[in-house]
């Protein structure tokens, strides 16, 4: 059984940094994707940020130049490091894993394996 253990979520002022890790567990990270979704209250869930155990990268442009992801096929950890919050960036951030091609499916596919999410708040 894929469990995914988020963590790194809080509060923030505007122009403040976060960094959110996620954890997978029975779960190979490096010939699959992880990723990071969010989804704000009233809005429908986006795409973040996708990284393949081969390294490539993907970032929605709301995020792109601000936001990092990275990871750590050993641990089968996953980071979203975010900088120069937005308080539009204020959303439950979920982790996904699964096949190559995470990121064109929608969120809380039943293909992909997704974590209970982690609240960010940035406040102006």
């Known amino acids: 059984e894929v469990q995914l253990g988020e963590s790194g979520g809080g509060s923030v002022q505007a122009g403040g940094s976060l960094r959110l890790s996620c954890t997978a567990s029975?779960?190979?990270?490096?010939?699959?994707?992880m990723g990071w979704y969010r989804q704000a209250a009233g809005n429908e869930c986006e795409l973040v940020s996708t990284?393949?155990?081969?390294?490539?990268?993907y970032y929605a442009d709301s995020v792109k130049g601000r936001f990092t992801i990275s990871a750590d096929i050993a641990k089968n950890t996953v980071y979203l490091q975010m900088n120069s919050l937005k308080v539009e960036d204020t959303a439950v951030y979920y982790c996904?894993?699964?096949?190559?091609?995470?990121?064109?499916?929608?969120?809380?596919?039943?293909?992909?394996?997704w974590g209970q999410g982690t609240l960010v708040t940035v406040s102006s």
């Open positions: 990284i393949r155990g081969s390294g490539s990268t």
């Open positions: 996904a894993a699964g096949d190559y091609g995470l990121g064109t499916r929608p969120c809380f596919n039943a293909l992909d394996e």
């Open positions: 029975g779960f190979t990270f490096d010939d699959s994707d």
